[in-house]
């Protein structure tokens, strides 16, 4: 049966992904639009009959342009409008251990980690209610644990009237128990000091068995070890809120099928999985001899076939590497895009310029975004019981400050903020818990008054970052 275009999970039009993209990131249209059509691409690649859908492969994208514009946060956003797993990589990392570098398939098993946790995290979310109740009932079964039931059935068959009364009593516990039940489930006794049992954990002692290299010849630790060294029982004193907590998650964890977790895991990964490869130009290179270009290129020639499409095997599977999206990107001030390897430059076929930071969008950044720094500051300072109020000019000010010294020192592109917001709150963020006056209005005379001493003195501005 085929499936209708509003079936598919997370569906939105590319308009409502740059929309949605809007929210947080200002300008940088071309790049929105790029991965807004990317995004949907995969959806309709879901509707798509079987015998053409698996030759349809992503249109990997090379995001060109200086630091602290929006490539990381466009690529992060994304990513989470879709619910996708996702992974920032900075490639240089391979080429840090020696010629080859790091083991490059990693990146591969470290995207399957994060999509266990996020398919562990929703099944645990669909057994809450189950969890909780087997949690409460594990507490009111501590607290009041009844009579022991007698092992020989024989003698406690042997007169009827000692049954009646054995029955007398469990009816009352059992009215007990109830009782106790509804209160912990209303919160009546949060406050409660309890003794429970809980599983202690053997992760960390098993993950220095289990090392990546190992994971290519299909080999879990965790598994192995944890079949020899089941986890203990370790006893804690607690109040009744937190032992709800901590039981609720050991339940949740006997009532999903770990099997399926990674099955659904490894098949979200490869439909869904977005990785993004930072400083992309610092690997740029061509093969001219001897010296660190012979190390990129190294680096370039492993990420081919990752890129291009390879099986790769984790500790929980194999893993189809096809139709995972791949974002690179890069400020390629030095090198150009045509400096990677002829085979890898063919594997990121839409590429996309992103512009740098003008003044009005210095000035959107601070305003308009749903995080936006300005909002940020109000509400850490609220906290204090103080109200900032920033006047237009202020703001204004802020903005051509930010882009004049980026112009005459680094372009570090919206980073810039950053530094600037936190020089200029530096005092009131500090008299802010001793400060009486409720009220602060930031105005231009404010903000030239904090920053005088930058702008007047050129070799300083060049310590704010």
């Keep these: 049966m085929e ?49 053409m859908k698996d030759e ?19 690529a992060r956003r994304l990513a989470k409008i879709a619910r996708s797993p996702f992974i920032k990589i900075e490639v240089t990392k391979f080429t840090e251990v020696g010629y080859v570098g790091r083991d490059v398939e990693s990146m591969i098993r470290d995207l399957t980690e994060s999509a266990i946790r996020m398919v562990k995290e929703a099944k645990m979310e669909e057994v809450e209610i189950e969890a909780e109740k087997q ?36 009816d009352r516990i059992a009215a007990r128990k109830k009782r106790m039940y509804q209160r912990i489930k209303e919160g009546k006794l949060d406050d409660q000091k309890i003794e429970i049992e809980v599983e202690e954990n053997n992760t960390q002692m098993m993950d220095v068995f289990s090392g990546s290299g190992v994971e290519e010849m299909g080999i879990n630790f965790k598994d192995m070890l944890g ?41 979200t990964v490869e439909e869904d999985g977005i990785i993004f490869l930072d400083e992309m130009d610092k690997i740029a290179g061509r093969e001219s001899g001897s010296g660190p270009e012979v190390s990129r290129q190294g680096v370039q020639r492993d990420i081919l076939p990752i890129v291009e499409g390879s099986t790769v095997s984790t500790k929980h599977g194999s893993v189809k590497t096809d139709h995972i999206l791949f974002i690179a990107a890069g400020a390629f001030h030095v090198s150009s ?10 594997r990121f076929p839409l590429r996309v310029n992103l512009d740098s930071l003008s003044r009005d969008n210095f000035k959107d950044i601070l305003l308009l975004p749903q995080n936006s720094l300005v909002k940020q500051y109000k509400a850490l300072l609220e906290t204090e019981g103080i109200t900032i109020n920033f006047s237009e000019d202020a703001i204004e000010e802020i903005s051509s400050f930010a882009y004049d010294i980026n112009e005459e020192t680094e372009n570090i592109g919206a980073r810039r903020l950053h530094t600037i917001m936190e020089k200029l709150l530096e005092d009131l963020s500090f008299e802010a818990p001793t400060l009486t006056k409720q009220e602060i209005e930031i105005d231009v005379d404010y903000v030239n008054d904090k920053l005088k001493d930058v702008v007047a003195n050129k070799d300083l501005s060049k310590y704010i970052l």
């Excluded at 609720?248 to 006997?254: G, V």
């Design 227 to 267: 079949n020899i060294f089941p986890n203990k029982k370790q006893k804690k004193k607690v109040t009744i809120a937190q032992a709800k907590e901590m039981l609720k998650d050991e339940e949740a964890q006997k009532l999903i099928d770990m099997d399926q977790v990674k099955s659904e895991a490894i098949k």
């Design 135 to 170: 949690a409460i009932q594990r507490i009111v079964d501590r607290m009041l644990p009844g009579k022991k039931k007698n092992k020989d059935e024989y003698y406690s068959n042997l007169v009827d009237d000692i049954n009646k009364k054995s029955d007398d009593v469990d």
């Design 337 to 346: 895009p045509a400096d990677l390897i002829p085979e890898l430059q063919g």
């Design 56 to 74: 349809i492969i992503p249109k990997n994208i090379l995001m060109i342009g200086p630091t602290g514009v929006g490539k990381t946060e466009i």
């Design 3 to 51: 499936v209708s275009l509003k079936q598919v999970d997370n569906q939105l039009t590319p308009k409502e992904i740059v929309a949605e993209l809007d929210k947080y990131i200002i300008g940088q249209e071309k790049a929105k639009k790029s991965v807004a059509i990317a995004l949907r691409n995969r959806y309709r690649r879901k509707l798509v009959k079987d015998e």
